[in-house]
């Protein structure tokens, strides 16, 4: 008797000394053993399960099913994966033990602790979910940055800029565009990208400007599960990482707060960074194209621009001229824009030579995004195939006309000269603007002065 307690006693411990769950059953399914890690796996402490019948502990819920009465059943192994209240999940295998007259005398149950496991392969999922809805949108926007390219150019200085480009595209290195608004910034970036040995690879534009501070760095960087209120529960990857080994284009650099340019840096330097409520360190391999219109110079020396960041990506800078110092751009400009918005709506508009000479000398303060707009809003508003003059926006017109009023060849005092142009511009603004208040804004004075300089002409 002795011998079979110190026997029973040995046979525990070493079943106790194993990782995995141990369940042993008689031939009826009573509980006869329970190892320590079933308890903790399943969360039922032995002393409940000593004795217990498996239908009873399935009706009471203590486990989902039992893979010991399908061994009962079947007469073979079975293999099960098993839910238990702690939350875990459990992959089951039961074996049956028979006697000589081939009678089953005992179930031996092992119990795996899988939920690790399960947990990582929906983390393998998601990603490759992620990965494979990030690569359908990647090659649209790729499909779509090929098939619309506004870098038209004629003018020398237009025409050097994108020499540079070209020669500075193979060499791995940043970029920073600077110009007025809507000179073709992202052009450029685009004519960098595709001349690149990552032209095969993602190219991500992010407008710095567009996205509020308080998102920008889970938008950059991406962000874990869980990391703040209202995020994705399963987390998100960020731009960089969608990015990684191509390119990344950061419009409007200069709007980025001190505290991501302090990341960004980082990432220029060792091309590493931390999503938001994360630590583990993630390594990304992208080309960093910079852009701005602002003049980061005057920014550093206000302490609105890091320094150390501003060298970083002056590294090779390229200064985009407005349209109207490269004037020799204008005419190609319009026929491209024809050309390409006749083939959108299916029209046959052509341009007179008398419009073709008033939207030259016109200053293009919008540069070639507003020239597009110009161009598009007269093609759709004029009502015959020819467009003259007459069609032209009222601004432009009243722009024209005041460049007619300077360049008369009469000789007048240079006071005469600057009281007419003055008086000129007054009635044109408000005749164009209806009121007091939007005339003095786009004359860049004050209502009271526009009140009080009309009332003198008056």
């Keep these: 008797m002795f011998v079979e307690e110190g026997l029973h006693l040995r046979i525990s411990d070493i079943l106790d000394s194993s990782y995995d769950g141990i369940y042993i059953t008689d031939g009826r399914a009573n509980t006869i053993m329970v190892n320590k890690a079933y308890e903790r796996i399943a969360g039922i402490r032995i002393e409940e399960l000593i004795g217990r019948n498996m239908n009873d502990l399935v009706n009471e819920g203590y486990i989902s099913q039992s893979a010991t009465l399908l061994v009962l059943k079947d007469r073979k192994v079975n293999t099960i994966e098993q839910n238990f209240k702690t939350g875990k999940k459990a992959l089951v295998t039961s074996t049956p033990v028979f006697n000589s007259a081939g009678d089953i005398t005992m179930v031996v149950t092992n119990v795996r602790d899988i939920t690790e496991l399960y947990e990582l392969k929906e983390k393998l ?23 619309n390219n506004d870098l038209i150019a004629m003018d020398k200085k237009m025409l050097d800029i994108i020499q540079m480009a070209i020669r500075v595209a193979p060499i791995d290195t940043t970029v920073l565009i600077t110009g007025e608004t809507g000179v073709g910034k992202e052009e450029i970036a685009k004519l960098i990208y595709k001349n690149s040995n990552r032209e095969t690879k993602q190219f991500i534009k992010v407008n710095c400007g567009s996205i509020p501070k308080t998102l920008i760095e889970a938008e950059l960087f991406g962000y874990e599960r869980g990391a703040f209120t ?17 390119t990344i284009f950061l419009d409007e650099i200069g709007e980025l707060p001190l505290d991501m340019q302090v990341k960004l840096l980082r990432v220029l330097q060792d091309g590493q960074f931390t999503r938001v409520g994360g630590v583990e360190e993630i390594t990304v391999d992208v080309r960093i194209l910079a852009a701005t219109n602002r003049n980061l110079e005057e920014m550093v020396r206000e302490k609105l621009f890091r320094e150390d960041l ?8 390229i200064t985009i001229p407005p349209l109207r110092d490269r004037r020799d ?24 030579s008398e419009a073709l000479k008033t939207l030259y000398a016109y200053e293009w303060k919008g540069n070639v995004r507003e020239l597009r707009n110009i161009i598009e809003r007269i093609m759709v508003m004029s009502e015959k195939d020819m467009i003259s003059k007459p069609d032209l926006p009222k601004s432009i017109l009243a722009w024209d ?23 000129h511009l007054l009635e044109i603004a408000f005749n164009t603007y ?5 005339a003095a804004k786009v004359l860049e004075i004050d209502p009271a002065t526009f009140v009080r300089k009309r009332q003198k002409y008056r």
Aim: charged residues 35%; proline residues 3%.
């Design 125 to 147: 999922d998601e990603k490759e979910n992620l990965t494979k809805k990030y690569s359908v949108e990647l090659e649209a926007m790729k499909i779509e940055l090929l098939k």
């Design 230 to 246: 209202g995020a994705n529960k399963e987390g998100k990857i960020g731009l960089f990482e969608v990015a990684d080994g191509g």
């Design 310 to 317: 501003y060298y970083r990506l002056n590294i090779v800078p």
């Design 329 to 352: 751009d204008i005419i190609p400009l319009i026929h491209y824009f024809l050309n390409k918005l006749n083939k959108k709506y299916r029209f046959k508009k052509t341009i007179s």
């Design 401 to 423: 006309k005041v460049q007619n009023v300077i360049n008369e060849n009469e000789i007048v005092p240079l006071k005469q000269a600057l009281n007419k142009v003055e008086k």
């Design 434 to 438: 209806g009121n007091v208040r939007d």
